[in-house]
């Protein structure tokens, strides 16, 4: 959240402290649970755990272009919900298949974790990231995400790249940067005989 936002992890750690001194503590401790991690210097810092209700009601605090961004999006998709109710999407037959769905989801879910859980030890699934796929036709898929994995839009990959955080090998940026190359050259090498055709 830190990299995210461009703050300093212990501002953000101010701001939760900030938040959890006015909030409700039924509210507090389910979603802002105390946690740990260990920096790039090999030193234990304290962290939160964060549900989304939790990221929301802090990163609403926030200022910056990334914060401002988030909150239009927010505010995009909350009035997307709202047009889709008042269109009457929501019909008991839509909402089962929903429920259905998501049903399917958390058991598949459930049993990835678990077995990878059981499988490893402790390293093998603290703070482990899990992508969460639901076909057209129902089918659900749940993939262990790598600690080092980006999960970005391609449009969003150059910018990534120059973030400061993002710090990819000599031999990543090489081979990313041939790749790129490669595309390009066909790409031209297509335009061009489209031209002389």
């Not at 212990?10 to 509210?27: Q, R, Y």
């Not at 709202?82 to 008991?92: D, M, Y």
């Not at 710090?167 to 790749?179: D, I, K, Q, Y």
Request: charged content about 25%.
């Amino acid at each position: 959240m830190a990299r995210y936002f461009r703050k300093q992890h212990k501002h953000v750690l101010e701001k939760i402290a900030n938040l959890l001194a006015d909030l409700p503590a039924d509210f507090a401790e389910p979603n802002f649970r105390l946690s740990e991690f260990t920096d790039s210097t090999g030193r234990t810092l304290p962290a939160y755990r964060l549900t989304r209700d939790g990221f929301t009601l802090l990163t609403m605090g926030f200022t910056g272009k990334k914060a401002l961004a988030f909150k239009l999006a927010y505010i995009d998709a909350f009035n997307e919900m709202e047009a889709v109710i008042a269109e009457g999407k929501h019909a008991p037959e839509r909402m089962n298949v929903a429920y259905a769905q998501a049903a399917a989801v958390a058991e598949r879910a459930a049993r990835t974790v678990f077995t990878a859980v059981m499988a490893g030890d402790d390293a093998d699934w603290r703070g482990a990231r899990w992508l969460f796929c639901l076909s057209a036709s129902g089918q659900t898929q749940v993939i262990a995400v790598p600690h080092d994995a980006l999960l970005l839009r391609l449009a969003e990959l150059p910018r990534q790249m120059l973030e400061p955080g993002t710090s990819p090998t000599n031999r990543e940026l090489v081979e990313l940067a041939a790749a790129c190359n490669q595309r390009l050259a066909q790409r031209m090498a297509h335009d061009a005989r489209g031209l002389l055709n």
